[in-house]
């Protein structure tokens, strides 16, 4: 990012330079600077953009489930990091998989398949509800 706030400095200090010139092809090279500056100004607000989305992670979800099962959950990227609040706070991560229908969360002898406020937890399937 640095780099990028430098070149756009270098890159604004130039056009200033030669916007101070009175020939048609020093006011051209300045439209072009301010151009160019303008697009890298562009990238880089994406760039982040895209850098922060992919760092986004949920506040922790608690799932009741129907056998007594309680879960603290915590989406982010493609994984659900799982606190099986009633097993002594076990810490499992599964990764996101594909699912016909809601969201599907795997990882060897564990599930969690969510769809909207509801979810399934285990090999058992059992019957989660959010809150």
Known sequence: MRKIATAVAL????AASLSACSKPEAQQAVEEV?????????????????AAADF????????????GTKLSVV???DKADVT?????????TLLK?????GTLYQTEGYSLHTKGNDA??????EACTKG
């Open 97 to 101: 998989t594909t699912a016909g229908d």
């Open 75 to 77: 989406f982010s990227n």
């Open 84 to 92: 099986v609040l009633s097993d002594n706070n076990r810490k499992l």
């Open 11 to 14: 890159m604004t200090l130039t």
């Open 56 to 67: 986004a992670v949920s506040d922790p979800i608690s799932y009741t489930c129907a056998l």
């Open 120 to 125: 399934t937890w285990g090999s058992a399937d």
């Open 34 to 50: 301010q151009e160019t500056t303008s697009e890298i100004a562009t990238d880089a607000k994406d760039a982040m953009s895209s």
